[in-house]
């Protein structure tokens, strides 16, 4: 006999219970049934290897707990890397050292393009780069020996022959003619400079930065940026009377009179810059209304009066006025149709317009010009002044081509282009910044713009290089038999006057577009008759046609100089230009 028990049920155990006593619980029949306790006093030998004997006697099914689910509260799975929540500093609006000399370092790219796609341009004088810059000469030559004027520049310039002509002919006068072509590029690279400073001062730096994208690779930029004419000086004088306005739009109401010299002294460079003053006028009181209220109105009227009245004494003080009716104002009518106007006008400039219209809708639409989350409370201008402002820019760059489209001419038209579309540019550049949208979502969009533009612009300024004839090979041939007492007639003199200043004066050289004849017997002629009159008499010692400049005229010349003895054949120089193949033939006097 032994005194332990025969067998040891332990005490079933609930580690999720509440209490320690758990008196309930389902038996295999699933049962509620109640437990005895038993104690345990020894314990059975166990038996290694081997399977244990089950205790004898019958005994009450073993307890079956029912388990309580418990609710474990998910804690979601840590990320393993975390995008800190960008604060308000990250879209400061105000301006910065770093983003002004990121945004300075892009305008410096924009016009290193602009210079290197005038400079690659090439080709001998154009007959106005050749009068302008001959007729410099003849001015300093007045100015500081008191020569006699060959000719009344002042009767038929379209700009003062005492502003732009004598400083082109100092340069000239040291540099040659790449000299006063880079005087050109200067004045046009200052102008994109210009309006990337007016531009951002109205928009931003993306908009100031795609306007001076756009306007550094037109047509009229690059073709002006080396062209020896006024066009440049003058654009480069509205740019800047234009900068000031914009610049002094928070300064006091007189500080826009800084503007009045600068407009008036364009008009002077060139008379047709006097469109585009009441647009720099409008400008004065658009600029300082959110900031003046009314006041800007009398910042409006100080600057008309102010350009007004230099204007007034400007006319009244010199003898330009008969250079102004006859080229601008009493500007005689062409015959170039309205749809070929048109068509001219939306080839050079049609897709910079079209994204400066789009601009200007988007922006009347919504005047939001940054991304920061601060520019939302800010106060912007209201829709009336938007829609005003747009109106003012983008209207224009029609004026011109709407005054020529008057005229019925093209005629200079691809530069007026340019002229306008200087204004337009900062909606140009809102339209761009617009089209990319935020963040730069789009740039595909904005690059692909800015490159139909550069495409169109190469291609048409290579092809405006290139409509005159190289002269090198003529002015070689007749410089021999060129001096001061000889009488010459060239399709266009101006090209010899200008190479062969130091052998011939302007006066020795006639054009054929008009000319009058007396001859011996004291009879007058006059037109094609006073040609016909003048080769007959061997009055010319030297004849020059090209072919292009007047072929009507052309065609009588050399209908007269057949069977003459007057004269004989010196050289047929052939050429190449943009339209085809031609020649230049010499004809000289035998006797």
Known sequence: MTSRHDHYTPQPYDPYAEEESASGWFNSNGQYGHQQEQYQESYQESYPGQIPSQPHGQHEDQPTYALRTVQYQQVPDEPEYHIPETPEAGWEMAASRRRAWVSRIVLLCIMAIQAALSLRLSNTAFQDEALYLAAGHAELDHLLDGTELPRDYAAYFSGS?????????????KFGLAGARTLSLFFMLCTTGLLYSFSRRLFN????????????????????????????AAVFLLALATWIVVRTDRAPVIAVLLAAPVGVLAVGVKYASALYLPTIVVLALLTAWPHKGGRAVVRMVLLALGIGGLLAAGVYATDLMAGVRQTTTDRAHGTDTTEFLLEQ??????????????GAVSYVRRSRMNESPLALRLGNPGWRWRALLGLVLCGTAVLAPAYQIHLGTVVSLFKHVGFGLLFAAPMAGVGVTRLVGAHFRYPQLGIMLWTAVLCLGIQQADRRFDIWPDSTKMINAIEPHVDRKGNYLASTPEVPVYY????????QWHSLFGMEYKDAKGKYYGGDEAYKAAVKDGDFDLIVLDGLTNPRVDDIVAGAVQGNSHYR??????????????????????S
């Open 569 to 590: 054949l010196l050289a047929e120089i052939p050429f190449r230009n943009a339209n085809g193949t031609s020649e230049y033939r010499i004809w000289i006097k035998t």
């Open 500 to 507: 062969l200043y130091d052998q011939s004066g302007h006066g």
């Open 205 to 232: 730096e993306r908009a100031a930065l795609a306007a001076a994208a756009l306007f550094a690779v037109l047509q009229s930029t690059v073709v002006m940026g080396y062209f020896a004419t006024y066009d440049a």
């Open 161 to 173: 022959p005492q502003l732009y002509p004598v400083l082109a002919a100092l340069v000239d006068a």
């Open 345 to 358: 006008t939306v080839k050079w400039g049609g897709l910079m317009f079209l994204a400066a219209v789009g």
